[in-house]
């Protein structure tokens, strides 16, 4: 079947709240900040938001219904997203065809967690079913333990070095030294990176995320909307979503991507030689690697080769990754890490990047991942941005 | 001890995590079952650090991917540091470092 783009669709309004690692306040607090944001920043009132779609993990036992009612909002659309780190391209997705389709005109996007200290492993507890009882026995650890022996096989296959991770984590630290709310600002080195604790070989320090809290946000709506509130705005030229690709797997040897890309690129009609940058999901650097193979940066297998030969700096020559630092200098603060790549996406099309910004960039690539239920990452995801003509 | 897996009274296949409806033919009969314990090494981690401050006297402890014969791949603990890619082991339910039912690898030695 043909793909199908989002027709005369904004994105618009990138609103990030700061991080913090142990937070004084509930997860409303975050949501609502950003809704708030959102608001002021658009000029665009309350009322006036007829669609409403959140990921939080930490939410529960409240919902996205529970919200509307919570922060005083009435709509007619309504999305609940448990897609963790695939949350931000989903939420841009499913709020476009919703305002192409007419269905909501102004649709409100925010994630929210609290994740610091203990919360982090309460949630664990809980996190699913399967993990609760194949995966939390086994050293009751999180995700670093799927990742760990997700890695190992990447590396035994490819492989791949811990030099060829840490040249990962060290451009996204460069790229995260100039982000104002990155909670990990200072430069990292090779030989840090490499001298790192050991967590669950072969992952170190580094190679993993710490967990905080924030909530980031964004607007969709028309572009006559957007053009009429004189905000800058990014059409969304293609986007994809995979659940559960190659189940046949014995472990996890890249995302859902390979199955959507052509899809993704015939949509847009561009290639990924056409990306400005690709913000990419980075809960642990194997993770970027799968996103370069899977979204046709470099073949399968060759993504230690691609990092060794292209500097991914966001303010280098090659390809700018994770321009912000990407949650290995901002933080994960949970669901929120699956919307990090959307709003510093929207703000590099804009030309208003908070830290680095792409030279000339117009075009770029914000692709999520997650949801560990078992063994791997379930949730696949990409979008096009290409800035907004008024 | 021996180890069992649930079965699919309909396609005869075995899977894990447990569940109550087979993914494979979405059969509704699913039975714990006896199966063939050699599997091998898929991938493996030496972890040295955990959620639980309980679990971190007995760490660091290897963890193990393993494909049971049968084709299923489980998480097991293994019993040595010796977790070369491909090893044998045979996997059995047992217990792991704070007494928790688990399913545990052993390695055969050639």
């Given amino acids: ?390 | 001890m021996n180890l069992c897996l649930p079965h699919c009274q309909v396609c005869a296949r075995s899977h894990w995590p447990p569940r109550e409806i087979c993914p494979h033919c979405l059969g509704h009969e699913i039975q714990w079952t006896e199966i063939e314990s050699g599997g091998s090494v898929v991938t493996a981690t030496l972890l040295h650090h955990s959620l639980e401050p309980r679990f971190r006297e007995h760490l660091p402890v290897c963890l193990a991917t393993i494909q049971l014969d049968c084709g299923v791949c489980v998480l097991v603990y293994l019993d040595s540091g010796d977790f070369a890619i491909g090893n044998r082991v045979i996997v059995s339910t047992g217990t792991g470092p704070t007494g928790q039912e688990a399913l545990v690898a052993k390695s055969v030695t050639r």
């Fill in chain 1, 1 to 390: 079947m043909t793909p199908r783009g989002y027709r005369h669709v904004a994105a618009a309004v990138p609103v990030t709240i700061p991080y913090v690692r142990r937070s004084e306040h509930g997860v409303h607090w975050w949501l609502g900040r950003a809704l708030g944001e959102l608001v002021r920043r658009s000029g665009i009132s309350k009322q006036e938001i007829d669609g409403l779609i959140a990921a939080s993990y930490t939410l529960r036992p409240d919902s996205v219904v529970s919200l509307t009612e919570y922060f005083g909002l009435t709509v007619r659309w309504l999305e609940d997203l448990p897609m963790g780190g695939a949350s931000g391209p989903v939420a841009l997705c499913r709020a476009a065809r919703a305002v192409e389709a007419g269905d909501a005109e102004i649709v409100a996007c925010i994630a929210g967690d609290v994740l610091g200290g203990a919360a982090f492993g309460k949630l664990m507890d809980n996190y699913s079913s399967f993990s609760r009882d194949a995966v939390l026995p086994y050293g009751i650890v999180g995700p670093n333990l799927p990742f760990a022996l997700i890695t190992r096989h990447y590396m035994e296959r490819t492989g791949a070095v811990r030099e060829d991770m840490g040249r990962i984590c060290i451009a996204q630290r460069h790229n995260g030294h100039y982000f104002p709310h990155a909670l990990l600002k200072n430069p990292l080195t090779m030989r840090e990176y490499l001298a790192a604790r050991p967590i669950a070989e072969p992952l170190h320090l580094f190679d993993c995320v710490m967990p905080c809290s924030g909530a980031e946000g964004f607007l969709v709506m028309s572009e006559d909307r957007a053009q009429a509130g004189g905000l800058p705005y990014a059409s969304i030229l293609a986007g994809v979503e995979r659940y559960n690709a190659f189940p046949e797997d014995k472990v996890q040897v890249s995302g859902g991507w390979p199955m959507d890309r052509d899809r993704l690129y015939a949509a847009a009609g561009l290639g990924p030689g056409d990306m400005h940058f690709l913000q990419a999901y980075d809960d642990y650097p194997v993770i970027v690697m799968f996103q370069l193979e899977g979204l046709g940066f470099c073949e399968t297998g060759e993504a230690p080769a691609f990092v060794r030969a292209v500097d991914l700096t966001a303010d280098g020559v090659g390809l700018p990754l994770n321009t912000g630092g990407g949650q290995l200098s901002l933080g994960q603060a949970g669901a929120v890490g699956g919307f990090v790549g959307i709003t510093e996406g929207l703000r590099q099309v804009f030309g208003q990047a908070l830290g680095l910004q792409v030279m000339n960039a117009t075009v770029g690539l914000v692709s999520g991942y997650g949801t560990v239920n078992f063994d791997r990452g379930l949730c696949s995801s990409a979008v096009i941005l290409a800035r907004g003509s008024s």
